[in-house]
């Protein structure tokens, strides 16, 4: 196959700038982890590094549900789905910033560099991650990819070990991004490796100036970006965890774009002339995992328990003010390969103390909550969302202690499995259903920390592999199908909602997108005088 080369789409955001300054504040809920987006799994840092510092070799465009070029401008893929070859563009500038001043523009040695610190344990890069790579882990690149070698300046192959039907689509993920090699040359000979991460070099429409941790994050428009310089000077995440806080910059001016808003939120902004919402049905499905490595919580009747506890009506009418919808199992329901026709697990209290009784607890037993001090998309009101859930549980006998815990500590304890009942929610990437499966229930994902039911089964890790071996949509469909019967019938999550994800802007911005994938691109931004 041959994909010719497109013009790179750039989704066109909005901000309300004021007319004497061409700064673009968005209010978001929490800080990232860090900016080195291949050491993360959050979205919230995605945001703040890969949306805005990098380009991937594709893109995904939402609105055509297709791959787009990026910094690959064509690309081939052998017959056999073994090979696949990238054009680079000519001429992409990494940024330049007092710390760092490229020598040449984007090459493919570039691209190798990226690629072989995640994936080759001799590369001198591979350690500093002490953490290792999530993603590339869970996606079980290792084994995968057999070789990412140089064609010429502005060529590179990339050699699989097996076909991959989701290989392409993986590669428009964050965690795909292409680091500047001849900075991470200058940082090593420095030894001083870590500033990868707090000092970031990309191709992206913006460039990293500095960093407050939970106050802002600051950057400067690219004036060398290769899909043109953004239309603002400057972008600010103003860092606000308080929703109810995020609201009030926003009818003040002080900030031009509110992340994440609260149901309530959106009906307040609709009353108000200066204000205005963005909307789209998102690629995402809210969740609680349950630790099936945790005893009792081993017991598939104890999952299955927890699951027939919980009022999920009433939990969806009061966190989300039925704003979302409920959830049956980890793909939303306009995915190819939906299992519509999968029971789910009604309320049903008195079912739920049965299996209890079972299971040899009648007289129930104690466990945990955890869950965020802020709300997001996928859990707009994190203190309410468990004490609900909570209250359910006490009702058949099980006695839950609610432990709110700051976002960048929730997600590296719960990565070591640490947890009982998770709040957590995921976002897929890239359109391809396995986005779900790989990443949260394969074997390989375990190992990363993806996992975070903490789940291992043969047959189900045999299911998500065969998926991926064939290009069939059918054949494919009919595998994941099965894949997620086991997932129910081992009630591995407790499925909350599928939400609709909003964007409260000022009047005055124009053309803003909020994307289903939960991914920002501040690149076009548009401002009524």
């Known amino acids: 196959m041959r994909f010719a080369a497109l013009p790179l789409l750039i989704a066109p955001l909005l901000c309300p700038l004021l007319a004497q300054a061409a700064t673009l504040s968005v209010c978001t809920e929490a800080s990232p982890d860090g900016f080195d987006v291949v050491q993360y799994n959050s979205l919230t840092t995605t945001n703040a590094s890969a949306d805005v510092l990098m380009n991937r070799l594709v893109e995904f465009d939402a609105d055509s549900g297709k791959l787009v070029p990026s910094l690959a401008s064509s690309w081939e893929v052998s017959a056999d789905g073994l090979s696949y070859r990238f054009t680079l563009r000519p001429d992409v500038q990494f940024h330049r910033t007092d710390y760092f001043k490229p020598s040449r523009p984007l090459e493919a040695d570039d691209v190798l560099f990226s690629f072989q610190r995640m994936l080759d344990p001799a590369q001198p890069w591979h350690k500093v991650a002490a953490s290792g790579y999530p993603h590339a882990q ?155 490595q945790h005893p009792p919580l081993d017991k598939p009747a104890v999952r299955q328990a927890i699951n027939l506890a919980f009022d999920k009506a009433s939990y969806l009418k009061a966190v989300f003010d039925n704003s979302a919808e409920a959830a049956n199992g980890p793909y939303p329901p306009n995915t190819w390969s939906y299992a519509s026709e999968l029971p789910g697990y009604a309320h049903d209290p008195q079912k739920a103390r049965a299996l209890l009784a079972e299971a040899g607890l009648a007289d129930g037993f104690q466990t945990t909550i955890w869950t965020r001090p802020s709300g997001s998309v996928l859990n707009p009101n994190p203190s309410l969302g468990a004490q609900l859930l909570q209250a359910d549980l006490a009702g058949v006998g099980i006695k839950a202690e609610i432990r709110v815990i700051e976002w960048g500590e929730l997600i590296r304890r719960a990565k070591a499995g ?12 890239n359109g391809d ?97």
């Open 433 to 529: 259903p396995d986005n779900f499966l790989t990443p949260q229930f394969s074997c390989a994902s375990l190992e990363s920390g993806l996992n975070f039911a903490r789940y291992c089964d043969p047959r189900l890790d045999e299911l998500i592999a065969d998926g991926k071996a064939v290009s069939d949509q059918a054949q494919r469909s009919t595998l994941y199908k099965e894949a997620q019967a086991i997932i129910q019938q081992q009630a591995l999550w407790l499925p909350l909602a599928h939400p609709t994800a909003y964007a409260l802007t000022r009047k005055q911005v124009e053309g803003y997108q909020v994307s289903p994938f939960g991914r920002q691109d501040f690149s076009a931004v548009g401002v009524a005088p």
């Open 138 to 292: 869970s996606m079980q690149w290792p084994e995968l990819i057999k070789a990412v070698e140089k064609v010429d300046t502005h060529g590179v192959r990339i050699t699989l070990n097996r076909p991959d039907a989701t290989f392409l689509a993986t590669l428009s993920m964050g965690f795909a991004s292409i680091y500047p090699a001849e900075y991470a040359d200058q940082l090593l000979k420095a030894g001083t490796p870590e500033k990868f991460n707090s000092q970031p070099i990309g191709t992206g429409p913006f460039v990293f100036r500095r960093f407050q941790k939970d106050a802002a994050v600051r950057y400067v428009a690219n004036p060398d970006y290769f899909a043109g310089k953004p239309k603002v000077d400057a972008l600010v995440y103003a860092i606000t965890p308080d929703a109810n806080v995020r609201l009030q910059k926003l009818r003040r001016g002080e900030c031009h774009i509110a992340l994440s808003p609260k149901p309530l939120d959106v009906e307040a902004a609709a009353k108000d002339a200066n204000l205005a919402s963005v909307k789209t049905a998102a690629f995402m499905t809210a969740f609680v995992a349950i630790n099936s």
């Open 418 to 429: 640490e947890h009982d009942l998770l709040f957590m929610g995921w976002a897929g990437d």
